[in-house]
Each structure stands twice: as structure tokens, then as C-alpha cells.
């Protein structure tokens, strides 16, 4: 089975609601259908969002979205290329999918998306084009995905237990070494593992620049020898003894909670403060960065090329864009994901809502550091694998 490269694409010009004369018939062609959304699954705020995105989709648009709760994005990726290989081009399973990365790089590569649609949008008008919504991990999206959340790497601490935190992979290794057993990362290829991999690849590759392209054996060699070296360092005075690693980043929660470990991580600013809100954390827990800056992206939803509710995902999709989605969802007490729209142009009560702030949540300016070219992903856990999987 081959797959071939899609053709680039022009960027749409982003256009005022009132000029999207087709809309009204995606609208119209979209009431009735089933939008089946595969998303991550792992996180009660956000199964609570998207329940929430079910019901008013229902009742504004006639649309049924069910949400298919997944752990990996990867294995959807799996399913539509095994459909797709199998002939089914127009009945797929999966119509919307929450994808960036190497995910997307897969699926646009082997010319399993429908678009380009996503500058098409009505709601597009208001997204923030200074943030990196127009590339994925460096890989141009070109239509083929619209943009759902920021994100970026956060570390949790308890103030009881950790009042001073580690602010480098530097000081987080003589944390680790001062403090036996009480440090560790998700095992790679968990996303937030993999997460973090990449954030120690950062800081120690001796030329950030060849990390911004396609890997290469000669790259990879350079670019990893220092994170490998670190690694071997950190292993023997993590939890466990390096010999075994939490499953997610949920589980570190958990673990942060009892004292077991006395750090965790997230992708989420705020979730610390929705994890106090809820109990899951201490009063006493905060968020922190490193001061040179932590590993930031923004996530997507894109339509498999053989979705069957090709109308209904993209009005789901437009949706989940409108200031009142974005807003809702911004709120540390509903999920607490960060917007991607230019909050400047929306209105005063909206702006309000976007910059509330919550005990526990990211409360600092932490530089972004730009994510690896996609292609990186699956060479790193495959080495990961290789070298620390097995113990």
C-alpha cells in the first residue's frame, strides 16, 4: 500500500461570517447526521466539556456528536488508514478527531484528511494567527486541521513538601538525586513521557536549530547522545529505581497527592488549580515552569478523508471556535485549556471570562520553546524503548 504526499494548498484568506455564503448549506446538510469525535478520554474536565459541546450542538444545529473516548491518537490514525486500504472511502468511523504531531504528519502524508476546510470556517475570522496555528510540530497544516487549545508543559509541586522547585532538566536531575524515589515522568510513548523527553532534548541538544527539521540517522545521533547521557544519570534515583514509570500523567497526580512522588507534570497550565477545585490535589499545590522556557504547541480536530459526517464535523468543528466554546472552555473551573482566538477582538465580557485565574494554576510567564519537526517523535520512543523499555 503506498501513500502519497498531498499537493500544497493556497491559505485561505480569513473572511467575515456574513461572506460564508456555502455555510447555510454545510448547516443544512449537517442537521441529522452523527459526528463521532474521537478524543482523548483520560480527563474528567475535558469528557465534561465535550458533553457539554454534545449538548449544544444537539440543540442549536441538530447535530449528534458522541464522543469516542481514546488513549491513543495514534490508533485512530490506524483505523482510517486500515479503512481507507480496505475501501471504505466514504463510511468511515471516525469523523472528527483530535490530532497535532506526528499524528497529523502521518494522516496528511498519506492523504487520509478532508480539506483543506478549516480557514473556511466562519469562526476563523477570530483566531489569533500570531500563535503557531497555521503549522503542527513544523509541518504546514494548510486547511487540513483547525485549531482547538494551546498547550504546554507545566510541572506541579506541592508547597508543604517542595516550597522550591527545580528550574531546569539541570535542577530537576540534582532534585532527582537529592531526593530519591520521589521523581519520574509517564513511560514514553505516553504523550506527556514523550512530552517530557522532548523538553530535556531541548535544553541539552547542542544545536536546537536541527531539531526544526526532518530527522536524519547523523541528527539524531548528535541531537539525543547529551539526553541519553542525562537520562542515565536520572534513571537510578527515580521512582522505582528507573525500573518502572507511572502509565500517565493522572497516575503522577495521584502519586503527588499521597507524597509518593513530589513532582508531577501536565500539558494543561491550569489543571493544577481544576485538580484543587476538585480535591484530587491539595490546597497547597502549584505550578511552575522552567525559567529557560518549557516545550509549548497548539492541539487541532481534523476530518478523516472517509468520515461519513463530513458536514457535521466542521460545523462541530466551527463550534468549538465560537468566543462562547473558547471561553467556556478557557475557564479553570471547566477544563481550563487555553484559547487559541485573539482575545482582543472579542467582546469585554468574553475577554473578562478568558482572564480569570485560579489558586494553583500557572500564575508566571514561561517562555515557549518550539516543538521537535513531527518526525522526531517516533524515532525518540523508539530509542527510549530500546535503551529503558525492557528493565
Known sequence: MKWFLLPAMALSLSVPLA?????????????GQTVYFNAWGGGEAINAYITWVAQQVKGRYGVELRHVKVTDAAEVVKRVQTEVAAGRRIDGSVDLMWVNGENFRNLKQGGLLFGPWAEDLPHWGSVDLNKPVRSDFSVPTEGYEAPWGTAQLTFIADKARTPTPPRSAAALLAFAKANPGRVSYPKPPD???TTFLKQVLIELAPDRKVLQSPV?????????????????????????????FPATAAEMHRMLADGELRLSLTFNPNEAANLIVSRQLPATAYSFGFTGGTIGNVHF???????????????????????????RKADVTVWGDGSVLDVGKLPAAIQAAMRKTAPGALAEAVPTLAEPHASWVEVLESEWLKRYGAR
Open 301 to 327: 480536530v481534523a476530518i478523516p478523508v472517509n468520515a461519513k459526517a463530513q458536514a457535521g464535523a466542521q460545523v462541530v468543528a466551527n463550534f468549538l471556535l465560537s468566543p462562547e466554546a473558547q471561553a
Open 191 to 193: 504523550f506527556h513521557g
Open 216 to 244: 536524519s540517522a547523523a541528527s539524531f545521533g548528535a541531537a539525543t547522545a547529551p539526553l541519553w547521557a542525562y537520562l542515565d544519570q536520572l534513571h537510578p534515583v527515580l521512582w522505582r529505581g528507573g525500573k518502572a
Open 19 to 31: 461572506v460564508h455564503a456555502d455555510w447555510a448549506k454545510t448547516e443544512a446538510d449537517a442537521k
